[in-house]
């Protein structure tokens, strides 16, 4: 049995026929080395592991603020090593978000690179501390902000690797240690740090693994920031089964044809992105003009994707495994799945399916009572997937994480704030956030279904609805230089009720994203109210 994620690459170390093949190969433009053997990998976590442990790092948070690198996933292996639980952050994190991390983790060190260092000492946050045995926090007179013992990887990867150290601190270890904090979004304006296991993670990758069909041949095309749980997706496949993985540039999103080059120049046949980034992609018509000839596994989730645009995929990749993730990250990332084989109607979404095994999801109504098929309610998830809570709030913690109603013995449950629907196939679907789901004039209404509806209009590429609660007023944005905004309005009043129709349909040139690559909806909405739209 499993208890210790490292215990992947232990394993791939020891049976892999060439240690020296690159497991994770970045940016030639970022800090650090471009490319990471498995050997190295191994060599360079142990080596930071033992340092941690020699400066008496153990069972705490240990921030790791990288640039988006080989390295970066090493230093994460390396706290690991150290017995510890990271904290990722980079720069791409805005400074004050950063700032309330840190004061809510209170890491034992942080992690730096030559890019991200001179960041913490501009900043004020770095201690004055001789090494990190000696770290504690010092705060500063004039601010009062907390300072941060820091080290850079470059410099502790030719640390020594203490076998003794590293086995005793393995020793102490139990499925159940946290491995990682990923903070997400808090509808408060204050982020919230999940903490996941050991446990919840080696159970994730088991059943995700299983249903992409991952092997050593694969080659994933990382999408998502590794400061988020996405990452998980190509991360631990990578380490387990000897793969390779490569940190796409973040810039490349922005050109739909060199990205697929890109794809095409590496080999690439495996993504796990968000699907606007499908949707954009398919959008724009590149599809038309490159296919991503490597591409045999497309996985895709986050959010609606809409079905002109998966059918494009399906068309130019009829051979591929197309599969919808769902699930939170309070529930490890993923928690159901459905293998679309086949092309969908036009304004019909995909099946979430079915949860991953040792998962389990009910829909409870407002009352805590389970929904019959067809009926809408809240999507709960119960299983080992489910995430320790909330660094530091046990009150948030209690609040989504409670009593399953249906069980007399102690069972969790988390609830999603999602609603979703189970047909009478088995099938679940996803039918919007709950603070997506609008009431209107005695109308329930979800924005998703709006979404849904203008994104097969035709020429339109891509859809986000957003409700100004002070005005009580539903904006549709669309990008589509070809769509224009008569056709758009006459096709949704030509398809939808009255009272769900939008007060307000706006073409933009770009629909913004968050640093996951989801839809922005914050950003829309402020940039709304505040007369950016004309």
């Given at each position: 049995m499993m208890i210790n994620v490292l215990e992947y690459l232990e394993q791939t170390i020891k049976n892999i026929a060439?240690?020296?093949?690159?497991?994770?190969?970045?940016?030639?433009?970022?800090?650090?080395?471009?490319?990471?053997?498995?050997?190295?990998?191994?060599?360079?976590?142990?080596?930071?592991?033992s340092y941690l442990i020699e400066n008496g790092i153990n069972k705490q948070p240990v921030a790791v603020f990288m640039e988006k690198s080989p390295d970066m996933i090493a230093a994460f292996f390396g706290v690991v090593f150290g017995g510890n639980y990271y904290v990722p952050l980079d720069c791409d994190i805005p400074a004050f978000r950063i700032r309330m991390i840190l004061k809510a983790v209170n890491p034992s060190l942080i992690i730096c690179d030559d890019v991200t260092a001179p960041l913490v000492r501009e900043w004020g946050l770095e201690s004055s501390g001789e090494s990190a045995a000696d770290r504690e926090p010092i705060c500063n007179a004039a601010d009062g902000e907390q300072k941060y013992q820091t080290v850079k990887f470059c410099e502790i990867t030719s640390h020594l690797a203490d076998e003794k150290a590293l086995a005793a601190a393995r020793a102490k270890a139990i499925d159940t240690d946290p491995l990682y904090v990923v903070f997400t979004s808090g509808s408060t304006g204050v982020p919230k740090g999940v903490v996941a296991s050991h446990r919840n993670v080696i159970d994730y990758i088991e059943n995700l693994s299983a249903v992409l069909k991952i092997d050593s041949g694969t080659v994933f095309g990382n999408q998502s920031p590794l400061y988020l749980d996405a990452c998980?997706?190509?991360?631990?496949?990578?380490?387990?089964?000897g793969a390779t993985t490569y940190l796409i540039p973040k810039s490349l999103f922005m050109f739909p044809l060199k990205l697929i080059e890109y794809i095409n120049e590496h080999k690439i046949n495996t993504v796990c992105w968000v699907s606007s980034s499908l949707s954009l992609i398919a959008g724009v018509g590149a599809l038309g003009i490159e296919v991503p000839r490597s591409l045999c596994r497309i996985a895709f989730g986050g959010e609606v994707f809409a079905a002109?645009?998966?059918?494009?995929?399906?068309?130019?990749?009829?051979?591929?495994?197309?599969?919808?993730?769902?699930?939170?990250?309070?529930?490890?990332?993923?928690s159901a799945y459905y293998v679309a084989d086949r092309?969908?109607?036009?304004?019909?979404?995909?099946?979430?399916?079915?949860?991953?095994?040792?998962?389990?999801?009910?829909?409870?109504?407002?009352?805590?009572?389970?929904?019959?098929?067809?009926e809408i309610g809240e999507i709960c998830i119960r299983g080992a997937g489910l995430t320790l809570g909330y660094f530091g709030d046990p009150d948030?913690?209690?609040?989504?994480?409670?009593?399953?109603?249906?069980?007399?013995?102690?069972?969790?449950?988390?609830?999603?704030?999602?609603?979703?629907?189970?047909?009478?196939?088995?099938?679940?679907?996803?039918?919007?956030?709950?603070?997506?789901?609008?009431?209107?004039?005695?109308?329930?209404?979800?924005?998703?279904?709006?979404?849904?509806?203008?994104?097969?209009?035709?020429?339109v590429e891509l859809t986000c609805a957003v409700f100004d609660g002070k005005s009580n007023k539903i904006i549709l944005f669309y990008m589509g230089k070809d769509a224009s905004r008569a056709s758009l309005k006459a096709f949704l009043k030509a398809n939808l009720p009255r009272y769900m129709l939008p007060h307000t349909v706006i073409?933009?040139?770009?629909?913004?994203?968050?640093?996951?690559?989801?839809?922005?909806?914050?950003?829309?909405?402020?940039k709304y109210r505040s007369g950016g739209f004309g």
């Open positions: 060439d240690p020296d093949k690159p497991a994770f190969i970045g940016n030639a433009l970022a800090q650090g080395n471009e490319a990471l053997t498995f050997r190295q990998l191994y060599d360079m976590s142990r080596s930071c592991g998980l997706k190509e991360i631990y496949p990578t380490v387990k089964f002109k645009y998966y059918n494009q995929w399906r068309e130019a990749l009829p051979e591929a495994l197309f599969v919808h993730l769902y699930g939170p990250t309070e529930a490890t990332g993923m092309t969908l109607k036009d304004g019909k979404s995909i099946p979430i399916g079915t949860p991953f095994a040792n998962t389990d999801i009910i829909l409870l109504d407002d009352n805590g009572e389970l929904c019959k098929d067809g948030k913690t209690a609040a989504s994480f409670v009593q399953n109603p249906l069980s007399p013995f102690p069972d969790t449950i988390y609830k999603t704030g999602d609603l979703g629907r189970r047909e009478k196939d088995g099938n679940l679907y996803y039918i919007s956030r709950r603070d997506l789901q609008i009431k209107l004039m005695g109308h329930r209404i979800e924005l998703a279904e709006i979404e849904l509806l203008a994104a097969s209009c035709e020429n073409q933009i040139g770009d629909i913004p994203r968050t640093s996951g690559g989801k839809l922005d909806r914050t950003a829309l909405l402020e």
